[in-house]
């Protein structure tokens, strides 16, 4: 789908030409969506440059993404979506930025962009040229994963809060924490860091590459966008390897209760072995059927065997519980 941005009274105005209509000389900023071929002619026929397909968007030479062609700038750009569900993907979207205009040529519908329209379509600073529209699209993607990076945080301390909970000497620990759960919500939380540091680490590319064009693509005030933007992705660069890291210390430390959990399990059912031990070869002897036994014919046996059952049983345990052990 084919879209296009013009100056408006409040902003940019959003028109979708129809397919025998010329493209709007005003516009400014114009949209592909899910292109089908024949908006990819289009718009090579309108503008004398070559759109690049699916396949060339993904690959990763860095000469096959920023480029310079038929006085066009090509600037492909690896975006995380999906930051809201549990399985967020990697995308790439292209910005080609030709005389005054831009072209953008993606797939997906992330959120950063349905942001940045809606601004846009609000304030007529936000759309005054080619150049600022991309500037205004890099801002909006930087800040949605730097929100995303802080929800991040709280989540990783809200599970470290949980790992490491102290508990009453009298309450078992698994009876409050779900470690599969725990396990589960740290993976997804390192897939989201890993896909984030993807994206930054490609927009920090693409900004590096923009700051070294010439005056005729952008002006200052755009480039003093740039460089900040490029100091906002370095720190989140970053901060995302603390959060990898403090992701895989949690990940470890859960392994680590969990194998504690487990050794206590074993270890109950050790002292119980060892407890059980004594009684059941009392009983065991006890038990033999031989006709030779003087025990048989006591009238005090039966309670004798028991009561040096129940003796036997008991002394292990309170030697168990002296040490500590239990």
Same mark, same amino acid.
């Given at each position: 789908?084919?879209?296009?941005?013009?100056?408006?009274?409040?902003?940019?105005?959003?028109?979708?030409?129809?397919?025998? @209509?010329?493209?709007?000389?005003?516009?400014?900023?114009?949209?592909?969506?899910?292109?089908?071929?024949?908006?990819?002619?289009?718009?090579?026929?309108?503008?004398?440059?070559?759109?690049?397909?699916?396949?060339?968007?993904?690959?990763?030479?860095?000469?096959?993404?920023?480029?310079?062609?038929?006085? @066009?700038?090509?600037?492909?750009?690896?975006?995380?979506?999906?930051?809201?569900?549990?399985?967020?993907?990697?995308?790439?979207?292209?910005?080609?930025?030709?005389?005054?205009?831009?072209?953008?040529?993606?797939?997906?519908?992330?959120?950063?962009?349905?942001?940045?329209? @809606?601004?846009?379509?609000?304030?007529?600073?936000?759309?005054?040229?080619? @150049?600022?529209?991309?500037?205004?699209?890099?801002?909006?993607?930087?800040?949605?994963?730097?929100?995303?990076?802080?929800?991040?945080?709280?989540?990783?301390?809200?599970?470290?809060?949980?790992?490491?909970?102290?508990?009453?000497?009298?309450?078992?620990?698994?009876?409050?924490?779900?470690?599969?759960?725990?396990?589960?919500?740290?993976?997804?939380?390192?897939?989201?860091?890993?896909?984030?540091?993807?994206?930054?680490?490609?927009?920090?590319?693409?900004?590096?590459?923009?700051?070294?064009?010439?005056?005729?693509?952008?002006?200052?005030?755009?480039?003093?966008?740039?460089?900040?933007?490029?100091?906002?992705?370095?720190?989140?660069?970053?901060?995302? !390897?603390?959060?990898?890291?403090?992701?895989?210390?949690?990940?470890?430390?859960?392994?680590?209760?969990?194998?504690?959990?487990?050794?206590?399990?074993?270890?109950?059912?050790?002292?119980?072995?060892?407890?059980?031990?004594?009684? !059941? !070869?009392?009983?065991?002897?006890?038990?033999?059927?031989?006709?030779?036994?003087?025990?048989?014919?006591?009238?005090?046996?039966?309670?004798?065997?028991?009561?040096?059952?129940?003796?036997?049983?008991?002394?292990?345990?309170?030697?168990?519980?002296?040490?500590?052990?239990?």
């Amino acid at each position: 789908m084919l879209s296009t941005f013009q100056p408006g009274l409040n902003g940019l105005t959003r028109v979708e030409p129809d397919c025998e @209509a010329a493209l709007p000389k005003e516009a400014l900023w114009l949209d592909l969506l899910d292109p089908t071929p024949a908006d990819e002619k289009r718009l090579e026929a309108a503008f004398g440059i070559g759109i690049p397909t699916r396949e060339e968007m993904r690959e990763i030479e860095s000469s096959n993404r920023l480029y310079e062609e038929a006085g @066009a700038l090509f600037m492909t750009a690896t975006v995380v979506t999906k930051l809201d569900s549990d399985l967020p993907e990697s995308t790439q979207i292209t910005f080609i930025l030709t005389g005054t205009r831009l072209i953008t040529v993606r797939y997906v519908d992330p959120l950063p962009f349905r942001r940045f329209i @809606a601004h846009a379509e609000r304030h007529t600073a936000g759309g005054s040229s080619g @150049a600022t529209i991309f500037a205004g699209l890099l801002e909006s993607i930087i800040n949605r994963i730097a929100d995303v990076l802080e929800r991040a945080g709280s989540q990783l301390d809200s599970e470290s809060a949980g790992i490491f909970a102290h508990t009453s000497p009298g309450r078992r620990r698994s009876a409050s924490r779900d470690f599969r759960g725990i396990l589960e919500r740290l993976g997804q939380n390192g897939e989201l860091l890993s896909k984030s540091r993807e994206s930054l680490v490609s927009l920090g590319r693409l900004l590096a590459f923009a700051q070294q064009q010439p005056t005729n693509y952008f002006a200052q005030d755009v480039r003093a966008r740039f460089r900040m933007l490029s100091r906002d992705v370095l720190a989140m660069s970053d901060h995302v !390897t603390y959060l990898g890291n403090k992701v895989q210390f949690l990940l470890e430390a859960t392994l680590g209760m969990v194998n504690i959990e487990q050794n206590a399990i074993i270890k109950i059912f050790s002292v119980a072995a060892v407890v059980l031990l004594p009684p !059941t !070869t009392i009983a065991s002897v006890y038990g033999m059927n031989f006709h030779h036994m003087p025990e048989l014919e006591w009238v005090a046996g039966y309670p004798f065997a028991l009561g040096l059952m129940v003796v036997s049983a008991v002394l292990p345990y309170m030697w168990f519980k002296r040490k500590g052990w239990l």
